[in-house]
Nanobody, 111 residues
Framework: QVQLVESGGGLVQAGGSLRLSCTAS????????MGWHRQAPGKQRELVAT???????TYADSVKGRFTLSRDNAKNTVYLQMNSLKPEDTAVYYC?????WGQGTQVTVSS
């Protein structure tokens, strides 16, 4: 069993930045790909970015060039740096790897 804990969400003005963290209870990101997903009210959950165990990143077109993934293996943590935030980025952000999901962290971008 693995616990994933997201943090770093909050309220920010459009154009601002936030850094989300996803910390695992044990070393797992080196074994499985992980993903950041988000779900806005009334919308389906969407995949925002992925990081493979070998370090390859992919991003949804809607966040490409603004969001960046990174990983700290020593801390069992993956970060999602979010720059140039837009109101449409408002959502609950979740991380997942293998069969495990975090509880989510709210990101709210005001216009």
């Amino acid at each position: 069993q693995v616990q994933l804990v997201e943090s770093g969400g909050g309220l920010v003005q459009a154009g601002g930045s936030l850094r989300l963290s996803c910390t695992a209870s044990r070393s797992i990101f080196g074994m499985y790909s992980m993903g950041w997903h988000r779900q806005a009210p009334g919308k389906q959950r969407e995949l925002v970015a992925t990081l493979t165990s070998s370090g390859t990143t992919t991003y949804a077109d809607s966040v490409k060039g603004r969001f960046t993934l990174s990983r700290d293996n020593a801390k069992n943590t993956v970060y999602l740096q979010m720059n140039s935030l837009k109101p449409e980025d408002t959502a609950v952000y979740y991380c997942n790897t293998h069969f495990f999901w975090g509880q989510g962290t709210q990101v709210t971008v005001s216009s």
